[in-house]
């Protein structure tokens, strides 16, 4: 794939490194406040690790996204890079009540029915600022406008995706990991787009993710948290909506499907398991991909990274089909 040289090009590595660095330099001093107001993850029979550990995570991920954000919009406006101002607002303000939300669940474990409407309100606030799919494309007849299926549609991939990086947070750096590497494939499929709106949260995110990985990777220092897990999750579906399914790609529903596979896959099967078990959607267990991985005999560093090389070649086979006419 060949990527022409424009102006948003001075801004990508520099709002990239500033979502790296700030992560780096803010992490500790969360990992400090986490400790001392008892945001801590407990050990339990379902959980592999042993001692307590910090949970509050996202907020330093939300602050490195937020600064380079606001880096980003500044520069583009002063040397004339049109970003979608409003798209953008709705992206972060989205992402500040879902942030929110997942900092009082790791304070004070909220009820999951309580989550799960907190979850659709957000979508449904998003969706109102103009972040929604609308069409989906076909080979024969053009454009399929969606109407009221577009928001129901919507809604299922804000909260189904912000719920996958969730629930697929159950090792050392999985979900972190995970979300920088869809991140960094949704980066390129939207420069292949000219989604510069998208593309530019796309890096953003992955760089507040890589950051992050510095004190999350095994041995962890400190986690995501939900706080941590629900941000990226939400911005990730987000930014998709604005880098692939607002375009004209027929494989528009492919892409993105294809490049977070992995947790959707882990979803649908948790989904379909518990609904065979006749429990509750919203009960935990330890029956995800990673927990299978465990038991086969992966210790935790090869079960990440075995799930790492698994998103990698899905990104790998999504790009190719993006590249696709």
Not at 212 to 230: K, Q, T, V, W
Not at 233 to 246: H, Q
Request: charged share 10%; with cysteine.
């Amino acid at each position: 794939m060949v990527i022409k040289y424009n102006p948003e090009m001075l801004i990508y590595i520099p709002a990239f490194l500033i979502a790296m660095f700030v992560t780096i330099l803010l992490t500790p001093l969360i990992k400090n406040l986490a400790e001392k107001i008892g945001a801590v993850d407990l050990p339990n029979e379902r959980k592999v690790h042993k001692t307590a550990i910090p949970r509050l995570g996202g907020l330093a991920i939300y602050l490195g996204f937020m600064v380079a954000l606001s880096f980003s919009v500044a520069i583009g406006k002063y040397i004339g890079i049109g970003f979608d101002g409003k798209h953008l607002l709705a992206i972060a303000l989205g992402g500040t009540l879902i942030l929110i939300l997942g900092v009082l669940d790791d304070l004070w474990r909220l009820r999951p029915m309580a989550k799960f409407v907190w979850q659709i309100l957000v979508a449904l606030l998003v969706i109102y600022l103009g972040v929604s799919i609308n069409f989906i494309s076909n080979p024969f007849n053009g454009l399929l406008q969606l109407g009221w299926f577009g928001i129901l549609l919507t809604i299922l991939w804000l909260v189904g995706m912000t719920n996958a990086i969730n629930l697929i947070d159950g090792l050392d750096g999985l979900a972190a990991g995970v979300t920088a590497i869809s991140a960094g494939t949704l980066f390129f499929v939207a420069l292949r787009t000219h989604q510069i709106s998208a593309a530019i949260i796309m890096l953003i995110l992955c760089g507040s993710a890589l950051g992050f990985l510095r004190y999350n990777f095994f041995p962890a220092r400190i986690f995501l948290g939900d706080s941590g897990s629900y941000f990226l999750g939400f911005i990730l579906a987000c930014a998709s909506i604005l880098g692939v399914f607002k375009t004209t790609l027929v494989v528009a529903l492919v892409i993105p499907v294809m490049i977070l596979g992995v947790p959707i896959f882990d979803t649908m099967f948790a989904i379909g398991r518990r609904l065979g078990e006749r429990r509750s959607l919203f009960s935990a267990d330890s029956k995800h991909i990673h927990h299978m991985l465990l038991r086969a005999g992966f210790s935790q560093r090869e079960a990440v990274m075995a799930i790492y090389i698994a998103c990698f070649l899905l990104s790998i086979g999504a790009v190719v089909l993006s590249l696709q006419r």
